[in-house]
């Protein structure tokens, strides 16, 4: 079992920045990848960033020189820095860790609950 708990969403203007933070707890060991998901209303859940336990990262066209996913070992969490928001951005956002098990189908998926980005003027 992993545990995930999101936090450092808020409201914040047009321009500004936020930095989340995924704390992670339980069977890290397992984990591979970690990422930042969002869903916005009426929309369907989307990737925005991953790492790998390698340090590997990913970041979807939309977000691509605005937002930063890295990650402290020591403390176990994850993080993504949003600089340059814009009103888009706005949805609740998931911290999402990728894991290995040792029954079919060997993966799983653990997920946070969420921490609500609005950007508003």
């Known amino acids: 079992q992993v545990q995930l708990v999101e936090s450092g969403g808020g409201l914040v203007q047009p321009g500004g920045s936020l930095r989340l933070s995924c704390a992670a707890s339980g069977n890290i060991f397992s984990v591979y990848a970690m990422a930042w998901y969002r869903q916005a209303p009426g929309k369907e859940r989307e990737l925005v960033a991953r790492i790998t336990s390698g340090g590997i990262t990913y970041y979807i066209d939309s977000v691509k020189g605005r937002f930063t996913i890295s990650r402290d070992n020591a403390k176990n969490t994850m993080y993504l820095q949003m600089n340059s928001l814009k009103p888009e951005d706005t949805a609740v956002y998931y911290c999402?860790?990728?894991?290995?098990?040792?029954?079919?189908?060997?993966?799983?998926?653990?997920w946070g609950q969420g921490t609500q980005v609005t950007v508003s003027s």
């Open positions: 999402n860790a990728g894991t290995i098990i040792t029954t079919e189908p060997y993966e799983y998926d653990y």
